[in-house]
Nanobody, 128 residues
Framework: QVQLEESGGGSVQAGGSLRLSCTVATYSGSNYCMGWFRQAPGKVREGVVSIDSDGRTTYADSVKGRFTASKDNAGTTLYLQMNSLKDEDTAQYYC??????????????????????YGRGTQVTVSS
C-alpha cells in the first residue's frame, strides 16, 4: 500500500518554472519505482518521467532538458523541477508508484502498463 500526495502546482507564464513535490508513504517496507504522469483536458494520461529505485530516470521526449526529477535520501519526497514551461505543459500532474520488477539490483519501472498507485494530482497551468 502506497499513499501519495502532490503539491506545488499553480499558474505560470510560458518560460517560467515550477517545482512539484510528492510526499510518499509506504507501509510494506518494499522498494518502489516512482514516476510523474500528466493528463491534459481531452487527452489520455501520459508518462513524464520514471525513476527506478536506484535513481535511474527515463524522461518523455517532450520534457527532456527542461524537467528534472529527484527524490530525497529517505525516499519520502519526490520532486519534479519544471523549467522553460510551455503552454502544452498545462495538465493535471500525478505522482505515481509501482512495485515494478527487479533487475540489475534495483526495482525497475514498468514500460508497458500503468503504474499501480497514483496521487490525486496537482494542476499546472501555463499561459503565454
Amino acid at each position: 500500500q502506497v499513499q501519495l500526495e502532490e503539491s506545488g502546482g499553480g499558474s505560470v507564464q510560458a518560460g517560467g518554472s515550477l517545482r512539484l513535490s510528492c510526499t510518499v508513504a509506504t507501509y510494506s517496507g518494499s522498494n518502489y519505482c516512482m514516476g510523474w504522469f500528466r493528463q491534459a483536458p481531452g487527452k489520455v494520461r501520459e508518462g513524464v518521467v520514471s525513476i527506478d529505485s536506484d535513481g535511474r530516470t527515463t524522461y518523455a521526449d517532450s520534457v527532456k532538458g527542461r524537467f528534472t526529477a529527484s527524490k530525497d535520501n529517505a525516499g519520502t519526497t519526490l520532486y519534479l523541477q519544471m523549467n522553460s514551461l510551455k503552454d502544452e505543459d498545462t495538465a493535471q500532474y500525478y505522482c505515481a508508484a509501482d512495485s515494478g520488477y527487479y533487475r540489475e539490483h534495483a526495482v525497475r519501472c514498468p514500460r508497458d502498463r500503468e503504474f499501480r498507485y497514483y496521487g490525486r494530482g496537482t494542476q499546472v497551468t501555463v499561459s503565454s
